[in-house]
């Protein structure tokens, strides 16, 4: 079945370090692969966008990576900041679908 | 353009009543998605309509919901009769897209908006 995996677990970092947050699919094959932020009581926004051919996206202090072999997405935040603290979401387009898929989502913590 | 509009923001009901939650997309776009959120499911996609028309509406999960779209500015998700179980947040969504053929695979290449959501409590 497919599957996209995020750790459910909380990340807990310092303000300064880099945050490193994992997005694992299974049995899809996307050309795109999206991460969005997602605030308490808001809706999600859209970060980055990355294209299978691409190997890394940056965007000023973010950075994702896309590795289709491992079926593996990086989001790295450096010099994270206390306002960088929020639930990070990976979406993929399902071919078949066409619509976009979630994740379940990292909440990540930074403390001051 | 004031973004992807939804209203109510929040809805209480009593079970079996009926539930209507809207949605404006983005003047322009041409994809509309309905999303439901629940700490248990995550965000897990309800329909999508492209052109106004449902593409894909296996998300749904029973007969007592049903969506509507009438015109390129407004979308509609029915509960009829709603169930505490309905009990989450409703996202509506919009994105201008178009369809990428890359060696035979599609895919969606543009960002998608969302909505403040619907925050549905059926008691």
């Known amino acids: 079945s497919q599957k996209i995996e995020q750790n459910s677990e909380a990340l807990n970092i310092q303000e300064g370090k880099t945050a490193t947050l994992t997005c694992n699919y299974t049995?899809?094959?996307?050309?795109?692969l999206q991460w969005y932020r997602q605030d308490p009581g808001r809706g999600p926004v859209f970060l980055l966008l990355?294209?299978?051919?691409?190997k890394e996206k940056r965007k000023e202090r973010l950075k994702v990576t896309f590795d289709t072999t491992l079926k593996q997405s990086l989001f790295h935040i450096t010099a994270s900041q206390p306002a960088d603290s929020a639930t990070y979401l990976c979406a993929l387009t399902d071919t078949g679908r066409r619509a976009l898929t979630f994740g379940s989502g990292t909440r990540l913590q930074v403390q001051p | 353009d004031a973004g992807v509009i939804q209203s109510p923001r929040h809805e209480v009901t009593e079970m079996g009543q009926e539930v209507t939650l809207r949605c404006k997309p983005i003047s322009g776009h041409n994809s509309l998605f309905w999303y439901r959120q629940t700490m248990m499911r995550g965000l897990e996609l309800l329909i999508y309509?492209?052109?106004?028309?449902?593409?894909?509406d296996s998300g749904m999960p029973e007969d007592r919901f049903s969506a509507k779209m009438p015109n390129a500015s407004f979308s509609t998700l029915k509960i009829q009769p709603s169930e505490p179980r309905d009990s989450a947040v409703y996202f509506c969504?919009?994105?201008?897209?178009?369809?990428?053929?890359?060696?035979?695979?599609?895919?969606?290449?543009?960002?998608?908006?969302f909505g403040q959501g619907t925050r549905l409590t059926v008691v």
């Open positions: 990355i294209r299978e051919n691409e």
């Open positions: 969504a919009s994105s201008f897209v178009v369809a990428i053929n890359l060696r035979g695979r599609s895919g969606r290449n543009t960002e998608a908006f």
């Open positions: 049995n899809y094959s996307p050309a795109y």
């Open positions: 309509f492209n052109n106004n028309v449902p593409i894909d």
